[in-house]
C-alpha cells in the first residue's frame, strides 16, 4: 500500500516551520551545498560553524524570522528527514542587525541559506521555498520586496532567481565566497483590509446570523447550524 501511495504522490514531502531539532541535519544540508569541493577538515569546520550559527539565531517566536524546511512525508522510507531549507530575515532591531551577516543589515526582508540535498535537487523544491518566504513577506508581514545575494560563479542558482523575477541591484566582494550579487524583486502588493471595515462587517454578519438561525423544531433554517458552529 506505502508504494502505491507513493506513486500516487508527485511529490513525497511536505514544508514546515523548522524544529531546534532539525538544526544538525539543515547544517549537513547547507555546508554539502555550499562547500561541495572541499576537504574533510575543511568540511567538519564549516559545518560545525554553521551549525552554531543557526543554534545562536534560532528564531525567536513573534519575531519577523523564519526557517523554513521540506520534509519527507510518512510514506517515505525515511518519514520527518529534512531535505531542503530556507532561512528569510526581516527584523530590523539592534539584536537582529548584530546577528546578521556582514552586508545584509539593509536588506529587509533578506533570503538566504537556501539549499537542498543532492539526492532532491531539480524537482522544483528551491523554487517552493521561494515562494513560502515570498508569501511569509507579503502576506504575515506585509512587506513588497525581497533581497537575496547569490555568488556571480553559481550560474545555475543565478538562472532560477531571474526565472522567479530577482534581478541584479549591485554587486559585492566577500573574502570567503568572492564575487557576490544582490538581487531584489518587487513582490505582488497585498492591501490589508481596513479594521473599522472589518469590525463593522463582522457586527452586520453577526446580526444577520441572530436573525436567521432558530432553534429546530419542525424545520431547519437555512442557516442552521449556525455558521460560528461550522
Excluded at 101 to 117: I, K, Q, S
Excluded at 176 to 205: I, N, R, W
Amino acid at each position: 500500500n506505502n508504494n502505491n501511495n507513493n506513486n500516487n504522490n508527485s511529490k513525497p514531502y511536505f514544508f514546515r516551520k523548522a524544529l531546534f531539532a532539525d538544526l544538525s541535519r539543515t547544517a549537513t544540508i547547507l555546508t554539502n551545498g555550499f562547500y561541495p569541493n572541499v576537504n574533510f577538515v575543511r568540511q567538519f569546520w564549516e559545518r560545525l560553524q554553521t551549525l552554531l550559527s543557526l543554534e545562536s539565531t534560532y528564531p525567536l517566536p513573534e519575531t519577523q524570522h523564519e526557517v523554513f524546511v521540506a520534509c519527507l512525508d510518512e510514506f517515505s522510507g525515511n518519514p520527518g528527514r529534512v531535505i531542503a531549507v530556507v532561512e528569510v530575515d526581516n527584523r530590523r532591531n539592534d539584536q537582529a542587525l548584530k546577528e546578521a551577516p556582514t552586508g545584509t543589515t539593509t536588506l529587509r526582508p533578506y533570503m538566504c541559506n537556501l539549499a537542498v540535498d543532492s539526492a532532491w535537487r531539480n524537482r522544483g523544491l528551491a523554487q517552493e521555498l521561494i515562494s513560502l518566504c515570498e508569501d511569509e513577506a507579503v502576506l504575515v508581514w506585509g512587506e513588497s520586496t525581497m533581497y537575496l545575494k547569490v555568488q556571480e560563479s553559481n550560474e545555475a542558482a543565478l538562472q532560477l532567481y531571474e526565472k522567479m523575477g530577482y534581478r541584479i541591484v549591485s554587486q559585492e566582494w566577500d573574502k570567503k565566497q568572492g564575487s557576490l550579487l544582490v538581487m531584489l524583486k518587487e513582490l505582488p502588493s497585498f492591501t490589508k483590509p481596513d479594521p473599522s471595515v472589518v469590525t463593522a462587517v463582522s457586527s452586520q454578519q453577526q446580526q444577520q446570523q441572530q436573525l436567521s438561525w432558530r432553534p429546530a423544531t419542525k424545520s431547519f433554517s437555512r442557516e442552521y447550524p449556525p455558521p460560528s458552529s461550522r
